[in-house]
């Protein structure tokens, strides 16, 4: 995931990204150390930035496409002698649909039906001024809130024994954009209960069983007097 969002980081500046690891970890909310290594095996150094060979050329030829569509549109819109006015004004209605070099390549007809962005309400458990500055963080860095982003984000906070509204707090204050459990330590009542099995065990055995670091730990209501239980059962 860190690999993917670094390349979309590439690509969003047009492979201009500095070689600043904890710049970079922080855009992408990954750690320094995995982004050191991401850059290392995947991208080359070149001076004061990272670079890769293959997205340069899509970003290229992305660039060259897009500055040769500016260039017809201002030629066609400058052409006074196949469409003015008597004035002398370009025509405005002689200016194509498709000059904008960010348009839709395909004509409107009326089998397109318009794209409409879906509000989504403020999740349960959420304050709505969280929410919103959530949505804003994420709209910056053009990433879309939607229902399964919502629903990802519910299921990483369980994991790591968050609300939705702690993880969303935390992404804003960190500048991130996705969340993952394992980026957080987890609260004390998240512990798996085998764990505290394990540790139980581990002062019942002398850390025969468990861990040995909490061989000295003997659950009080479940200590024995063995002088006694085999006096018992000698008498």
């Known amino acids: 995931m ?9 690509y969003d500046k047009d492979g201009i990204v500095e070689h600043d690891v904890e710049q ?24 004061n930035f990272i ?9 290229a ?11 017809g549109a201002n030629k066609r819109w400058n052409n006074k002698d196949s469409d003015s006015l008597p004035n002398g004004l370009p025509n405005a209605d002689a200016m194509p649909t498709q000059c904008d070099p960010n348009a839709n390549q395909e004509p409107i007809t ?10 989504i309400t403020t999740p349960d458990g959420v304050d709505v001024v969280v929410f919103n500055d959530f949505v804003a963080l994420r709209k910056s860095k053009k990433s ?3 229902e399964t982003v ?37 609260k004390p009542e998240s512990r798996n209960r085998h764990d505290r099995q394990m ?28 002088e006694n239980s085999n006096a018992n059962l000698l008498g």
């Not at 860190?2 to 979309?8: D, E």
């Not at 030829?61 to 260039?71: F, I, Q, R």
Request: proline share 4%.
């Open 61 to 71: 030829g992305y660039l060259k496409k897009s500055t040769g569509g500016k260039e």
């Open 199 to 226: 540790k139980t065990l581990a002062g019942l055995t002398g850390g025969i069983h468990g861990n040995s670091s909490d061989a000295n730990f003997i659950p009080i209501n479940e200590s024995i007097d063995m």
């Open 150 to 186: 919502i629903k990802t984000f519910e299921k990483e906070a369980q994991k790591a024994g968050l609300s939705l509204q702690d993880v969303m707090e935390l992404c804003i204050k960190r500048g991130w954009v996705g969340f993952e459990a394992n980026w957080v330590d987890p």
């Open 51 to 59: 670079k890769q060979s293959r997205c340069d050329k899509e970003i």
């Open 2 to 10: 860190a690999y993917l969002r670094i390349l979309w980081l590439y």
């Open 110 to 119: 009326n089998n397109h039906k318009p794209i409409k962005n879906k509000n």
């Open 24 to 47: 970079i970890a922080f855009e992408v909310g990954s750690d320094p150390k995995t982004v050191e290594l991401i850059i290392k095996t995947y991208f080359q150094i070149e001076g």
């Open 144 to 146: 879309p809130v939607t």
